[in-house]
């Protein structure tokens, strides 16, 4: 019988410890970020709407809070890409919504990890 080096029998463990350390840096990112107005558990509503399975889900339809105008008529659906736009400059996006005073975030990576992050919690 033929023996396995060892490192290819740690390559699972190392690949589970990336994406928990991903998993980490993207819930560091979002909590720096979007915690204060936002939960990513289902229904939890607070001055910002849960973003709980928000990639697939559109624009100001969430039951329960009230989205601007601007949000429920502006046809978007929230995708990695239309996350991307509206967390780099939500007015430049989508204007008149309510994410008074967020500008936005100008760091792709950290935009990346807070996507990751809402991608990981599905509907």
Same mark, same amino acid.
């Given at each position: ?29 979002? @909590? $720096? $970020?979007? +915690? ?5 558990? #289902? !229904?939890? $509503? ?7 399975? /928000?990639?697939? +889900?559109?624009?100001? &339809?969430?039951?329960?809070? !009230?989205? &601007? ?11 990695? !890409?239309?996350?991307?736009?509206? /967390? ?7 204007? *008149? $919504? @309510? ?9 792709? !990576?950290?935009?990346? #990890? /807070? /996507? ?6 599905? *509907?």
């Amino acid at each position: 019988m033929r023996r396995l080096p060892i490192a290819l029998l740690a390559l699972p463990f190392a690949f589970a410890q990336a994406a928990f350390a991903a998993d980490e840096a993207g819930q560091e990112a979002f @909590n $720096n $970020n979007c +915690r204060t107005c936002h939960s990513w558990k #289902q !229904g939890d $509503n607070r001055l910002g709407p849960s973003l709980h399975g /928000i990639v697939g +889900r559109k624009a100001g &339809s969430l039951e329960g809070f !009230g989205f &601007s105008e601007s949000l429920k008529k502006s046809g978007v659906t929230w995708d990695e !890409g239309s996350l991307d736009k509206f /967390i780099t400059s939500p007015d430049g996006f989508i204007p *008149n $919504n @309510n994410m008074k005073p967020f500008t936005g975030i100008a760091d792709a !990576g950290t935009r990346k #990890q /807070i /996507i990751d992050f809402l991608k990981s919690n599905p *509907n």
